[in-house]
Structures are given as structure tokens and as C-alpha cells.
């Protein structure tokens, strides 16, 4: 429901102080309307005009906006402490996450969760954890990818425009490869190994890093048999599967781990 014309007064006035104090490479924004408050899946701006939020934060609000259990979680732990680095004062909360993950995890191995601050961030040290694993250097990522957007991660997603504008030399040993589906299949998934072999020696490849459902790249769902394809190719090369669930998993295709939907069992799975 609309109360004034769009943008309303008051988000023009915010407007002009961001003009003056934002920096530039956050100016953009798709809505000229601030948001005051939100609800569900509906935002009411500064001016009192309600819209429905079709982004949910780029993936983030899972649950929409200022659900109950949420904010109740929120309050409880503020009135406890805001903050510690668990290397200096560890506390329970974290030991917590990390055992449900665990326990919500696929296949029956030994698994251990670690945390960091953002996606691109789960991302660099899966690459890292990989290259200490198996002394490797090369990775391995595929076309439409979207992996973050530090200087690693950055290599590792296939858009130039707009993230990769003026912003390189960019990271060694980062190796793309065709991402087949079943309306663009690309190539014959029996030919991969063939293509990667004529690119890079597979025996240098430290991890194959893959979107189980590609996001910003399109939401590109892989040809069938092209994920198995891959673990069992790893397993040949010694390579490790990592998914990137940072758009695709807890919960967002009916399971918690988008990979679950293929029945395989990766190396390292990250989630922000």
C-alpha cells in the first residue's frame, strides 16, 4: 500500500545525506524507498508505504523479517554478552552450531564445522584447507559461477562486470570449465575429464569447487549425473569436492544441504 508518491520525503531527505556521506561504490541501491520496518515478507518505509521484499536480503531471510524466535534468540544472547573472540574465551553457543551442523550433515564420516565472518570468507578457506590437504596448488571452478568477491573469490566468479572491473591482477591457478545443465548441456559430461587434462594436470588440481544449484549465475541447475560425475573424478585425482551452498542450501531446495538432493557426499560444504 502506497501513502505518498515514491520515494516519499522523508526517504528523499536520506537520500541527500547518503549523496554526501556514502561512498560512491555503495551508492546504488534497487529501491529509492528506506526501510523503517519489516515483517514477514513485507517492508514498510520510512514514509508508511508497505511493499513486499522479494530479495530477503539477497538469501538471508530465510524466515522473513523480525520473526518471533529470531528476535527472541537476538535479545536473550545481548543480555548475556555481545562478544568474545572464542580463541581468547570460548563459549557454549558456538560448540552448539557447530554439533547440529555436524549431525545435520551428509554421509557417515567424521566431520567438524568451522566459522568465519562471510561466504566469500568460507569460500578462501575451503580453497585454503584444500591446498594444505593435498600440497596442491591449482582449483578448479566453472562458467556463471559466483563465488564472493575478495581478491581469491573474486577469481573464482566468472562475471567481469561489475566485479571485477579495474580490480586486478587477480589469484594463480584458478581453472573454469564449462557448467553443463540439461538445457545447455555444453559438453558431454563423459568428455570432462579429457578437457580438464588438456588445461591443467590433474594431479595439481588441490579441489573441485561447485554451486550444487549455480545462484546469481542463473540458478542453473547441473545436467543429471554431472555432480556424481565430479565426486568420482575427485576420488580418482585425489582432488577434493567442495560445494558452495552459500545461495543454494540450508533449506532453500526442501532439503537442509542442497547436495543432499544428489545422494553424494562432499569433502568441505559452505554455508553463510
Known sequence: SLKTNLPGPKSKEIAQRREKYVAKPMGGSLSPCYIAHGEGALVTDVDGNQFIDFTGGWGCLAVGHTHKKVVAAIKDQAEKYLHTDFTA??????????????KLAP?????????????AEAIENAVKIARAHTKRPAIIVFENAFHGRTLLTMTMTHKAMPYKYKF?????????????????PSIKIEDFEKIVSNTVVP????AIVVEPIQGEGGFNVPQKGFLEYLRRLTDKYGMLLVTDEI??????????????????EPDIICLA
Open 89 to 102: 574465551i570460548p563459549y557454549e553457543p558456538l560448540v552448539e552450531l557447530a554439533e547440529k551442523l555436524v
Open 107 to 119: 554421509g557417515n564420516t567424521p566431520k567438524a564445522a568451522a566459522f568465519f565472518n562471510s561466504g
Open 168 to 184: 586486478g591482477p587477480f589469484a594463480s591457478d584458478i581453472y573454469r570449465f564449462p557448467f553443463p545443465t540439461p538445457y545447455h
Open 203 to 206: 594431479d595439481s588440481v588441490a
Open 247 to 264: 545461495q543454494s542450501g540450508i533449506g532453500r531446495t526442501g532439503k537442509f544441504f542442497a547436495i543432499e538432493n544428489w545422494d553424494i
